[in-house]
């Protein structure tokens, strides 16, 4: 069966996001190697740092950099990324080598990174008529996607490259502040279901716990998959966000991009990922899952599920602030603030329902 759909390929470079080929080459022969052709090409997915395929010398790799039009930032420090990747290979063979990291500006405007081009499936919005999964198989690909994070939970942090991450004290407590803080400095208009979710997030947060790695943006279209048997998770991607915290929250990420069959359309349209097709565990399954792989309490499930949905969209509205500001072309990025309405009211459903799953 092909699966050509589904592999993460490269395109054209979007106009605006274009990288010096003459500046990288020559720094790609110093820190790199020889190279008696270079070719550059973009990855289309993706909404926060920006990725590209770079062909070089008969090798495939990608290179990770900031978007432009942003301020430095944890979430755009790619070198930290890049620190971060070197340091957790070893211990946890399901992310990408990296193979040199740039911090001098002058190359392309903004530090990067190259690591490893992880060849798979990545699942993304719509399963294509390409790969006939039926419930049972979704079934098991909810199954590995949990697992694969319990196990990411249970990596030795405590190694040099690692345990500098974050701050495990208080870290609950911080995020909440933070993700408000986030969407204090890009709104663009009242969106009052947010608003009253802020402020249930503050009133109901639950201490911090037991401290572990955490990905912080952990969701299928991170996930690598093998093509011989795409049940099985090869890679984990993204981990620009990741640190040192309370796995729970981890959780809630996940669950603000579980979109169930029973979800409102206003968010079933939104096209955020595979989970509502039946077969796919609901929210609730998750959580029990979890808490059975890792032996830990998930706490109030409520709670995560509305902060996750509170995270992803301030998300969408930061990338959404970008683009209103100019600063980035991307067209998808022009209707996402219908995506922050519909994520806050569906996180307002749940508070008021009083569960995750089943919302309707």
């Known amino acids: 069966m092909s699966y050509g759909s589904l ?20 720094w790609w022969e110093s820190a790199i190697g020889h190279v008696h052709a270079m070719e550059v090409e973009q990855f289309p997915r993706g909404f926060s740092n920006l990725t590209y395929l770079v062909r070089a010398g008969g090798d495939e790799y990608v ?8 301020k430095p930032g944890v979430a755009h420090d790619v070198l930290r990324e890049g620190r971060l990747l070197a340091a957790l290979r070893p211990s946890y063979a399901r992310v990408p080598a990296v193979v040199a990291l740039c911090d001098d500006v002058g190359v392309m405007g903004a530090p990067f990174f190259v690591m490893e081009r992880m060849r ?46 974050g701050r495990p004290e208080g870290y609950v407590e911080r995020q909440v502040a933070g993700w408000h803080k986030r969407w204090t400095s890009a709104r663009t208009g009242d969106v009052p279901d947010i608003e009253r979710v802020i402020a249930w997030l503050a009133q109901n947060a639950p201490p911090t716990g037991s401290a572990t790695l955490v990905h912080n943006d952990f969701k299928f279209d991170n996930l690598v998959l093998d093509p011989a048997d795409p049940t099985r998770v090869r890679a984990v991607l993204d981990w620009e966000m990741a640190t040192i915290g309370d796995p729970r929250l981890d959780v809630a990420t996940t669950l ?9 359309p206003t968010v079933l349209q939104l ?29 109030d499930p409520v709670w995560l599920l509305a902060f996750g949905l509170f995270k992803v969209a301030v998300i969408a509205q930061q990338i959404f602030a970008r683009y209103v500001a100019g600063h980035t072309r991307d067209p998808r990025f022009s209707t996402l603030d ?12 749940a508070i008021d329902a009083g569960r995750i799953s089943h919302l309707t």
Do not use: K
Request: no cysteine.
């Open 7 to 26: 592999l993460d390929n490269a395109a054209p470079v979007r106009d605006g996001e274009s990288i010096p080929l003459d500046a990288l080459r020559a």
């Open 63 to 70: 290179l990770r950099r900031p978007p432009f039009g942003v």
């Open 120 to 165: 798979g499936l990545i699942v993304r919005g719509t399963l294509p008529e390409s790969l006939s999964f039926g419930a049972s198989q979704l079934r098991a690909l909810s199954a590995a996607a949990v697992e694969t994070l319990a196990g990411l939970h249970a990596v030795n942090w405590r190694v040099p490259g690692l345990e500098s991450l």
């Open 256 to 264: 603000g991009y579980w979109v169930e069959a029973s979800d409102p």
């Open 271 to 299: 096209g955020i990922g595979v989970t509502s097709l039946p077969g796919n565990w609901t929210r609730e399954q998750v959580v029990s899952a979890w808490e059975a792989s890792t032996g830990r309490s998930a706490g």
């Open 338 to 349: 219908t995506a922050v309405a519909a994520l806050g009211a569906l996180a307002a459903r």
